[in-house]
């Protein structure tokens, strides 16, 4: 990330990851269309995948009116590759089992409602009003996820083992989320973005929270994780996940019904 | 994302027009199209998803203005993701078109962002005629943590009901079932 980035650049990206990680995660919830483990839960499932591909196009929206190079949003989302993708690392990773799409969707749930709460308050009109809309939607994701959690966790002998793998291992992708890189901090010193301190101490406070009453061992803070998703560097499961969704639009470029 | 190529207003079902001929109010042609007309107009506009009720009695119409020799229709979506909201659009636009206002435009707002508390009485009254559960309570009493009240199934009015599904057949409806009459029941989220 160049020293010189100008403000606008800064939110440009900011955009793009907000936009990206809504898209990814809304389509790999989408993978499950048909198979979830039950109809109230497919429902739900899908729902949410809906919320967040709403919320997604509002940002791309946004965002391709700043970038103003003649791109879409449609472009955004369907003719950039993986390493041009922002999205966190946590969204793109496989469904697993019910015990992994539920501990990732709660990683992301709890640290889309305190950044999205944070965005409710931005200058920019146009930020502030997606993020209103948005926020009751989040609220929403975040209470059905966190259920989920402690349902497992506190359920039998079974559920709570594999809810308590799927914690361990989704939580090298957590570091990424809360750690501000200079983009964030930039949007912070500009009054557009959270607080990264407030927004790392209120995440772990809920979390913590929510692992601790589904009677599941939260972790070590300091444990080794990854990055490189805010500078374009995926795990292998980005590409696989962007090759079915774009083939459409990439190879009929000019299909106009769907 | 916005669909190339805006299509022309139309219906879902080809044949049958947004609004039956014999439902378009009434109004004076000779003379100009006022404010009250376009409500008027609009309260027959149904959401494709709730049938039973109109765009207007669910508080998606935010204000209607004339600016600058157009007549401006501010709506606002349900949900970020809805996916009739395209389609109530284009209802409102072939709406006006039936009722030959030719200077009507759309204008999508975001904020405020729409809460149920924007149902009107009558809204709330015909989604529990048609089945479903209305809103119960404020959205501003919503907490994170919150429970939902008690929600009165909409088949026989008892209050003793539990909650199947947090979503239901579309994103603003959670599902619900009567433990007396034993009949499922969509409630229609407080947000």
Known sequence: MSKTMTQQEALQEYLLRLADSDMILGQRLCELCGKAPALEEEMALMNVALDLVGQARNWYEYAAELINDGRSADDLAFKRDANRYRNALMVEQPNGDYAVTMGRQFFFDAWHYFTIAALTQAPDERIASIAAKAAKEIQYHLRRSSEWVKRFGDGTEESHQRMQTAVDDLWRFTGEMIEADEVEQQLFKAGIGPDPEQLAADWRGLVNEVLTEATLTPPPEDAWMYRGAKVGHHTEHLGFILAEMQFLPRAYPDAKTW | ?191
């Not at chain 2, 109010?25 to 309260?43: F, H, I, K, M, Y």
């Not at chain 2, 959401?47 to 501010?74: K, Q, Y």
């Open chain 2, 1 to 191: 994302m916005p669909r190339p190529g805006k299509p022309e207003p139309r219906s879902l079902l080809e044949d049958q027009p947004v609004i039956a001929s014999d439902r378009i109010p009434a109004r004076d042609r000779s003379q100009p199209v006022t404010e009250a007309d376009l409500w008027a107009l609009l309260d027959e506009v149904k959401d494709p998803e709730v049938p039973a009720v109109s765009v207007v009695e669910l508080g998606m119409v935010r204000r209607i203005a004339e600016e600058n020799g157009e007549w401006v229709v501010d709506v606002t979506p349900t949900y970020s993701g809805c996916p009739a909201t395209e389609m109530i659009e284009e209802s409102i636009e072939e709406a006006m078109g039936l009722a030959g206002i030719r200077n009507g435009r759309i204008r999508r707002v975001l904020t405020p962002a729409w809460t149920t508390d924007w149902i009107t009485e009558t809204g709330r009254r015909k989604l529990q005629e048609f089945g479903i559960a209305p809103p119960v309570g404020s959205s501003s009493k919503l907490t994170l943590k919150g429970v939902e009240e008690t929600i009165t199934c909409p088949h026989c009015g008892s209050a003793h009901t539990e909650r199947v599904s947090e979503f239901g057949s579309t994103a603003c409806k959670a599902l619900y079932r009567c433990l007396d009459c034993r009949e499922p029941f969509d409630y229609f989220k407080c947000i």
